[in-house]
């Protein structure tokens, strides 16, 4: 399943008991801008897959922005709140 294309921020305020592990994906671009996503996933290596396909359909609207936002960051953390994958793009004029 993929995470919602939404960039809504999703907050833990009640307990979880789902049958897969739930992945938090945060997303930050520039200093002041961070939303994120929750979903179900398997196990970490699903979730990671995950990141990259959303990457993939997130590109366009990034590199869109490049000029106003040059660095862009998306976290997974599992359930526990512990990060396992990180995503980092950085544009610079040399």
Do not use: C
């Not at 398997?42 to 609207?61: C, H, I, K, T, Y």
């Amino acid at each position: 399943m993929k995470p919602p294309k939404s960039m809504g921020t999703i907050t833990r305020q009640t307990p979880y008991h789902g049958a897969m592990p739930r992945y938090s994906f945060n997303i930050v671009q520039g200093k002041f801008s961070k939303s994120s996503v929750i979903a179900d996933y398997p196990d970490n290596e699903s979730a990671q897959r995950s990141a990259l396909v959303m990457f993939g359909d997130l590109w366009r609207d990034i590199a869109f922005r490049i000029n106003e936002h040059p660095e862009w960051k998306m976290e997974i953390e599992d359930q526990s709140g512990k990060p396992i994958f990180r995503l980092r793009f950085t544009a610079e004029s040399i």
